[in-house]
């Protein structure tokens, strides 16, 4: 049986995020009821509710370690029970977590060839000693064994292409905004007898990815934002959601965009939970008409501390 931590639910920035004053993220600066706060985006994986895969490394990743005494150290001076670290994409709520896990501590370090390129071209990086820390490759479409610090921890990951966009600090470095296959991942994660999927970022639902989720026992899915205007109607951005690699839960564009919760309609998914919720999002107000949309749809918003077991 795998064991599930959210760490964080929210996207870049958070929720609220430390510069915004909507009317959403007020509710949440006040504290008030139906409001959760919510760190930025992270999960922990576990087969036997000992050894940890951490997936991605949020700039949050000290508090809510913090907040998971399943995380917490256990033995010696110095240990923690996270002993493997998988990127989903290089956007910087995905790696600025790595800095806080500089301390000479062993853990294995897996991502695309593509996002090891990028972290490598930066030196700060370089704070990961490699005499703890090994940077593993992880392929395309090829079933993966994660190992841990003396023995497989018994999780084996399958990551695959979807689309996205490059992150945002190489926005200025990238003919191609789209990237290469590398860039933005799914990852299918099994303990052998049930397998999820987490997916933080997708631009857009394809056939294939249709097929890959189908009777899926449970899925994370990206829930930046709900409309693909959001941020522009709110007035705080003029980015819409396509431009920044997100697929939106209600779409946006007229009929070509009718969003995610259309598109995963008929596909069976048992269990389906919106993640990585910009601080605009209004599925984040609990009392809102579309959070009550998302969850008569049979979906849940992801929150920080959750816990599943499949």
Not at 179 to 204: H, K, N, Q, S, V
Not at 223 to 231: A, S
Request: aromatic fraction near 6%; include cysteine; glycine fraction near 10%.
């Amino acid at each position: 049986m795998m064991r599930i931590l959210v760490l964080g639910a929210a996207a870049g920035g958070g929720y609220p995020q430390w510069n915004c004053n909507t009317p959403g993220s007020r509710r949440a600066w006040r504290g008030e009821d139906g409001a959760k706060r919510r760190s930025q985006a992270s999960i922990a994986v576990s087969a036997d509710g000992e050894r940890w895969l951490l997936v991605n490394a949020s700039p949050d990743f000290r508090q809510q370690v913090l907040a998971l005494p399943p995380l917490w150290p256990r033995h010696g001076l110095r240990h923690s029970p996270i002993e493997a670290v998988l990127l989903s994409s290089g956007e910087i709520d995905h790696i600025a977590g790595l800095l806080s896990m500089r301390e000479r501590q062993r853990f294995d370090l897996w991502a695309s060839a593509r996002v090891h390129a990028l972290l490598a071209q930066n030196p700060i990086f370089d704070a990961l000693h490699p005499d703890y820390v090994t940077r593993k490759p992880l392929a395309l479409d090829t079933p993966t064994d994660i190992v841990g610090l003396d023995s497989l921890l018994g999780l084996r990951v399958t990551a695959f292409s979807v689309p996205g966009k490059v992150p945002l600090f190489m926005e200025s470095r990238s003919p191609d905004l789209r990237g290469g296959d590398e860039e933005t991942l799914g990852l299918e994660i099994t303990d052998g007898r049930e397998r999820f999927y987490y997916i933080p970022g997708c631009a857009a639902l394809t056939q294939s990815l249709r097929e890959r989720l189908r009777g899926a026992a449970l899925v994370f899915f990206d829930g930046t934002l709900w409309r693909d205007d959001e941020m522009q109607r709110a007035g705080v951005g003029g980015k819409t959601g396509a431009r920044m690699g997100h697929m939106s839960i209600a779409g946006g564009n007229g009929a070509d965009d009718a969003g995610t919760l259309a598109a995963f309609a008929g596909l069976d998914v048992r269990r389906k939970l919106f993640i990585h919720l910009n601080t605009t999002n209004p599925v984040l107000d609990e009392a809102s008409p579309e959070r009550a949309q998302v969850r008569a749809q049979g979906w849940e918003v992801a929150e920080d501390g959750m816990e599943l077991t499949i």
